[in-house]
């Protein structure tokens, strides 16, 4: 038994690595950074391995999804997201992430391209890290108002992800197994 962190990435996402730490995704009109805490490699399941899967959910998201394994007991990702339109190309992009992750036993620093500094301090015991973003300690009982992720544009909780403009939007939630996509107006 190995602790071990997995990132699905969709089938279709364009994938540019410098080494087995760095990894650089085109997908839709985003590019996406993934720092690796340790090397990893990405995972393509076969149609028959995926066709051999009894649980629907599982085999659903196979379907269309490859993974980023991270191992490792002190193991996860660094990500940074951009639009395409600011750069040329994705090897652009990739020169353009400057993030640079420390890892000494069980503290991690990330230094962000733009500048933001994140510590976090592994707990072995819980499922939280203890950190902070530019020295303001991260209070997760009001992170993202109880939930994973919250912007004016996006959130997620209660395994819902709601993305909107403010005008129209979408969100998909997770039901017996199974995303079910609505539209939000």
Do not use: M
Not at 26 to 43: D, R
Not at 94 to 112: A, P, R, T, V, W
Not at 123 to 133: D, E, F, P, T, Y
């Amino acid at each position: 038994y190995s602790a071990t962190t997995w990132l699905y990435l969709p089938k279709v996402a364009e994938v540019y690595t410098k080494n087995e730490q760095d990894y650089f995704f085109a997908c839709g009109e985003s590019y996406i950074a993934v720092k690796c805490l340790q090397q990893a490699h990405i995972v393509k399941p076969e149609k028959e391995v995926i066709e051999q899967i009894s649980k629907r959910a599982v085999k659903a998201r196979l379907e269309t999804h490859n993974i980023l394994i991270s191992p490792g007991e002190v193991s996860g990702f660094a990500i940074e997201v951009a639009s395409k339109a600011d750069f040329k190309n994705l090897q652009a992009f990739s020169k353009s992430i400057k993030g640079n992750i420390k890892l000494s036993s069980n503290e991690l620093d990330y230094q962000s391209s733009n500048g933001n500094l994140l510590k976090l301090h592994y707990q072995k015991n819980g499922l939280r890290a203890k950190g902070s973003i530019n020295g303001e300690a991260l209070d997760y009982e009001k992170w993202a108002d109880g939930g994973v992720y919250k912007s004016p544009y996006v959130s997620l909780k209660n395994s819902k992800l709601s993305i909107s403009d403010g005008k129209e939007g979408y969100s998909i939630e997770w039901k017996n197994g199974l995303p079910v996509y609505k539209t939000l107006k």
